[in-house]
């Protein structure tokens, strides 16, 4: 498990520790709640799949209707914010750009779910890539909802080259490996535990060096009008995707493997 993705599971079961091993009611009701993953479903997600296998969603009253893959973290706003799920893992930058353009509107986000952001532009070393200089004059492949993509433009303020000095091509998720590898794009942007899976010797040249951002975190509805709180239900969530959490950290072995077992579209 990468530390990106490591720190932030010992951080949140340590710190909901207390709330997720609380008493539970016997005949807790059950609400109904729609959640989407940040992204195709890979071993990151994993404790969500656990802690709805293991009960403890049905345990605090969350009948969890949806668990389905995403499009994208920043997709995951519109997705909430649309109705269609009531909470998902988003990228918290989308999250702060919506909510800048829609005041009354706005959206919380509830819980970190990794405290760096994986961020990162890969190539391969035949490129001959190695510093951001190196990028001036390539083609890249993104989707265009792709989080590293929308903050290349600060990345390439930070390190002092001219983002339009990069050529992209908007191309569907399934398609940004295999253009990198066939040679068809110099280099591809997207998270480095994702993309790392699909690759052999990549070069991660953007890894959240250049620029501190916040990254993806549980995004729920804003349920007052007056104050950014939480229903019950999301909070009956999160205290079961502790429960999930608190079970995978070193066990690895099974975590991992999870996805792949409770949903075809595993990319693993």
Same mark, same amino acid.
């Given at each position: /498990?990468?530390?990106?993705?490591?720190?932030? !599971?010992?951080?949140?079961?340590?710190?909901?520790?207390?709330?997720? /091993?609380?008493? #539970?009611?016997?005949?807790?009701?059950? &609400?109904? #709640?729609?959640?989407?993953?940040?992204?195709?479903? =890979?071993?990151?997600?994993?404790?969500?799949?656990?802690?709805?296998?293991?009960?403890?969603?049905?345990?605090?009253?969350?009948?969890?209707?949806?668990?389905?893959?995403?499009?994208?973290?920043?997709? &995951? %706003?519109?997705?909430?914010?649309?109705?269609?799920?009531?909470? *998902? $893992?988003?990228?918290?930058?989308?999250?702060?750009?919506?909510?800048?353009?829609?005041?009354?509107?706005? !959206? $919380?986000? #509830?819980? /970190?779910?990794?405290?760096?952001?994986?961020?990162?532009?890969?190539?391969?070393?035949?490129? *001959?890539?190695?510093?951001?200089?190196?990028?001036?004059?390539?083609?890249?492949?993104?989707?265009?909802?792709? &989080?590293?993509?929308?903050?290349?433009?600060?990345?390439?303020?930070?390190?002092?080259?001219?983002?339009?000095?990069?050529?992209?091509?908007?191309?569907?998720?399934?398609? +940004?490996?295999?253009?990198?590898? =066939?040679?068809?794009?110099?280099?591809?942007?997207?998270?480095?535990?994702?993309?790392?899976?699909?690759?052999?010797?990549?070069?991660?040249?953007?890894?959240?060096?250049?620029?501190?951002?916040?990254?993806? *975190?549980?995004?729920? =509805?804003? +349920?007052?009008?007056?104050?950014?709180?939480?229903?019950?239900?999301?909070?009956?969530?999160?205290?079961?995707?502790? +429960?999930?959490? /608190?079970? %995978?950290?070193?066990?690895?072995?099974?975590?991992? *493997?999870?996805? +792949?077992?409770?949903?075809? #579209?595993? &990319? !693993?």
């Amino acid at each position: /498990m990468t530390s990106t993705l490591r720190r932030p !599971l010992l951080a949140l079961a340590a710190g909901g520790a207390a709330l997720a /091993m609380g008493a #539970v009611p016997a005949a807790a009701q059950q &609400t109904a #709640v729609k959640f989407t993953l940040d992204f195709v479903i =890979q071993g990151p997600q994993a404790p969500f799949f656990l802690a709805a296998e293991r009960g403890h969603y049905a345990k605090e009253g969350v009948n969890l209707t949806a668990l389905d893959a995403g499009r994208g973290s920043a997709d &995951t %706003v519109n997705r909430i914010a649309s109705g269609a799920y009531d909470i *998902g $893992i988003g990228d918290i930058n989308a999250l702060i750009e919506f909510n800048s353009k829609n005041p009354g509107k706005e !959206l $919380i986000a #509830v819980m /970190m779910y990794y405290d760096s952001g994986p961020f990162a532009i890969i190539t391969l070393r035949d490129k *001959g890539i190695a510093s951001p200089k190196d990028l001036a004059g390539r083609k890249a492949a993104a989707p265009s909802f792709d &989080t590293p993509f929308r903050l290349f433009s600060l990345f390439a303020k930070a390190t002092g080259i001219d983002p339009k000095s990069v050529t992209w091509a908007n191309v569907a998720p399934p398609l +940004r490996e295999p253009m990198l590898a =066939q040679g068809q794009a110099d280099l591809i942007s997207g998270f480095s535990f994702t993309i790392s899976i699909f690759l052999f010797g990549p070069i991660p040249i953007l890894a959240n060096r250049a620029i501190s951002s916040f990254s993806d *975190g549980c995004v729920g =509805q804003n +349920r007052s009008t007056k104050f950014m709180i939480l229903n019950m239900s999301d909070e009956d969530f999160i205290c079961s995707t502790v +429960r999930g959490l /608190m079970n %995978v950290i070193g066990r690895t072995d099974f975590g991992a *493997g999870l996805p +792949r077992n409770s949903e075809s #579209v595993c &990319t !693993l």
